[in-house]
């Protein structure tokens, strides 16, 4: 069957926020393979907002993720399901949860799938899947899929007014936070305080973003240098991808918001540590530079100094 002939489709992507970000591309293609037909996506409440405004897709469907043994809210959602009555299923998030969601839709016909999931019409039968970057796997995926043609990530749509900020000019953008419960990801705050220091030495205004929850980074970095900005737990999704737009150039850990700015085109450097693998799931694009260590306590300030320099010539 041709592929606009579909007019009900689902996307499962549920996070998290860099995953997101890496699942617009795909998005994209999806929807331009479907030109005609209602898509649904169905996420994680964090990111409703984010994608409320996208226009890869119709409406957005908030999933809670009931426990397994709640049985009411597996009923609600296997009741959500299926009364969307949707023709093709993309499962972005391709894990045993929503995989899961196969076998909830039931019984009866389930819709066509493309994902992982156990007697999936389409599935993603590539051994070699967990060894691919997050892109490349989803492409790949789609390939599958019968979509040949999926672009790179697109926030084109996303922005917002940040007149309020007042940011100053020349700023460059730092991102010292990440997973709490991963500390070998985050480059040591009292580094991100000596490069806030020596960016400030260069007529460079550091400007710190990050959620409410690493206000005490933003502190740091505010004490050691007085011509930094402090916007931790200040800015929405749109608002970041807005100011990325505005700076010269962005440092920051393995985190969501980082691929915000670099998929809205900001100059950007990536520190990376033994935690996460950045062939799997860096950033990319032109204006992406990548720096790892082992261990982050390792990389030096002037290191990074090189390499912003570097880019900047």
Not at 27 to 32: E, P, T, V
Not at 49 to 73: A, M, S, Y
Not at 131 to 159: E, F, N
Not at 252 to 281: E, K, Q, R, W, Y
Request: net charge positive; hydrophobic share 45%; glycine share 8%.
């Amino acid at each position: 069957m041709n592929l606009a002939e579909y007019e009900r489709i689902l996307v499962i992507k549920l996070g998290a926020l860099g995953d997101a970000v890496q699942a617009l591309g795909p998005m994209k293609a999806i929807r331009q393979a479907h030109p005609n037909a209602k898509i649904t996506l169905l996420t994680a409440p964090a990111y409703a907002g984010f994608f409320e405004n996208c226009p890869f897709v119709d409406q957005v469907w908030r999933d809670t993720r009931p426990h397994k043994l709640n049985l009411i809210g597996m009923l609600t959602l296997r009741s959500m399901l299926r009364a969307g009555r949707f023709q093709r299923v993309y499962d972005l998030q391709t894990s045993s949860r929503s995989s899961l969601y196969h076998k909830l839709i039931g019984p009866g016909r389930r819709p066509e799938w493309s994902g992982i999931a156990p007697g999936a019409s389409h599935p993603h039968a590539n051994p070699l899947r967990d060894t691919m970057h997050t892109i490349d796997r989803q492409r790949d995926q789609l390939a599958m899929a019968g979509i040949a043609d999926v672009p790179a990530p697109d926030l084109s749509w996303l922005d917002a007014d940040i007149a309020k900020f007042k940011l100053p000019d020349p700023f460059v953008l730092l991102v010292p936070g990440g997973a709490p419960t991963r500390p070998k990801k985050r480059w040591p705050i009292a580094k991100y305080a000596a490069l806030a220091q020596e960016l400030a030495a260069h007529n460079a205004n550091p400007v710190v973003i990050g959620g409410k929850g690493e206000a005490d980074l933003g502190k740091a970095i505010r004490t050691a240098s007085s011509r930094a900005r402090d916007l931790t737990g200040q800015t929405s999704f749109a608002e970041i991808v807005a100011i990325a737009r505005k700076a010269g150039a962005a440092i920051g850990n393995d985190t969501g918001p980082m691929h915000l700015i670099a998929g809205a085109g900001c100059p950007s450097i990536v520190l990376f540590g033994s935690d996460s693998d950045p062939a799997l799931c860096a950033p990319r694009g032109r204006e992406v530079a990548v720096l790892r260590r082992d261990s982050l306590e390792g990389l030096g300030v002037d290191e990074v100094m090189r390499l912003l320099f570097k880019r900047a010539a």
